[in-house]
Nanobody, 117 residues
């Protein structure tokens, strides 16, 4: 069974930074595509950034140049460095793992990010 646990959320002023972390409990972490998603109140969950097993990254247009996703396969961790935060970044941020062999996705419980103006 896979479990994902996010941390690092909190309250920050506009222009500030946060670093989210997600630890993966389970086997075969390195082959997974890992992603960060977010869901703001009244809105659908959206992709923020993803990183493949080979290190290729994808970003939502709204966060390009401000956010950076990275992974540490040895520690089974994925990170999201968020700089230049704006109130529009306020949301619950979720970590997701996608296993390409068994075609299964797992989600963390989410961590709240609140950006004050």
């Amino acid at each position: 069974q896979v479990q994902l646990v996010e941390s690092g959320g909190g309250l920050v002023q506009a222009g500030g930074s946060l670093r989210l972390s997600c630890v993966y409990f389970g086997s075969i972490f390195s082959i997974n595509t890992m992603g960060w998603y977010r869901q703001a109140p009244g809105k659908q969950r959206e992709l923020v950034a993803s990183i493949t097993s080979g290190g290729s990254t994808t970003y939502a247009d709204s966060v390009k140049g401000r956010f950076t996703i990275s992974r540490d396969n040895a520690k089974k961790m994925v990170y999201l460095q968020m700089n230049g935060l704006t109130p529009e970044d306020t949301a619950v941020y979720y970590c997701k793992s996608s296993n390409p062999l068994v075609h299964r996705d797992y989600w963390g419980q989410g961590t709240q990010v609140t950006v004050s103006s």
